[in-house]
């Protein structure tokens, strides 16, 4: 069965450095989000990402953030300058189209913030 | 923007006897309203959902319920097994991308 990849499954990184986080989403599938999930809170939307752009985003994502889809398979999520606050679990998820379809969640990369 | 509250947040039951998660949402217009189930290690994934011209959809063991007037929807799970142990989540939503969630259910199903 396809699936949504993403790595890595878990990074540390030190306050202040730069965070991609790389997903491959379901191959035939168009539109591409992230989600976040901090620990002990609920699963949040981050963005969305259909036709090389971004679609909607949430108050949450500003300039610290940026997604790219860098050639026809990946999907990143970009944290620039992390803050304690941002760590979390990631969640990358795609779907076919964006009114009917089901949207298939990769299994998270867990970002650490220290 | 939306709100969405889910009950209980844990919850176990003995195999064999059902389970019920309810979830409330602030929204009249959210229209779409899907059910995760999270694995340990695992990403949440679907497990069944309801549009809001609907007011129950059923698939096997599991089935949810919709009360748009109410603002609130239920999954229930009949002849519980050790794999139904997991996260449950529910969300709601205008377009069903942007999910907004339910802070989760842990089930757990004793055998």
């Known amino acids: 069965e396809p699936e949504v990849t993403q790595t890595p499954s878990h990074q540390v990184t030190q306050m202040g450095q730069e965070v991609i986080l790389r997903c491959v989403p379901i191959?035939?599938?168009?539109?591409f989000y992230w989600y976040r999930q901090i620990l002990g809170q609920k699963v949040e939307f981050l963005v969305s990402?259909?036709?090389?752009?971004?679609?909607?985003k949430s108050e949450i994502f500003d300039d610290q953030f940026s997604v790219e889809r860098p050639d026809g398979s990946n999907f990143t999520l970009k944290i620039r300058s992390t803050k304690l606050e941002d760590s979390a679990m990631y969640f990358c998820?795609?779907?076919?189209?964006?009114?009917?379809?089901?949207?298939?969640f990769g299994e998270g990369s867990r970002l650490t913030v220290l | 923007g939306e709100n969405v509250e889910q009950h209980p947040s844990t919850l176990s039951v003995q195999e064999g006897d059902s389970a019920v998660i309810k979830c409330t949402y602030s929204?009249?217009?959210?229209?779409?309203f899907p059910w995760y189930k999270q694995e340990l290690g695992k990403g949440p994934q679907l497990i069944i959902d309801?549009?809001?011209?609907?007011g129950e959809k059923k698939d096997q063991r599991i089935a949810v319920t919709l009360n748009k007037t109410a603002k609130h929807f239920s999954l229930h799970i009949t002849e519980t097994q050790p794999e139904d142990s997991a996260v449950y989540f529910c969300?709601?939503?205008?377009?069903?991308?942007?999910?907004?969630f339910g802070a989760g259910t842990t089930v757990t199903v004793r055998a």
């Open positions: 990402f259909y036709n090389n752009e971004i679609s909607e």
């Open positions: 929204d009249s217009a959210s229209n779409y």
């Open positions: 191959s035939n599938h168009l539109y």
């Open positions: 998820a795609s779907s076919v189209d964006s009114d009917t379809g089901e949207l298939f």
């Open positions: 969300a709601a939503s205008k377009h069903d991308y942007k999910l907004s």
């Open positions: 309801i549009r809001s011209n609907v």
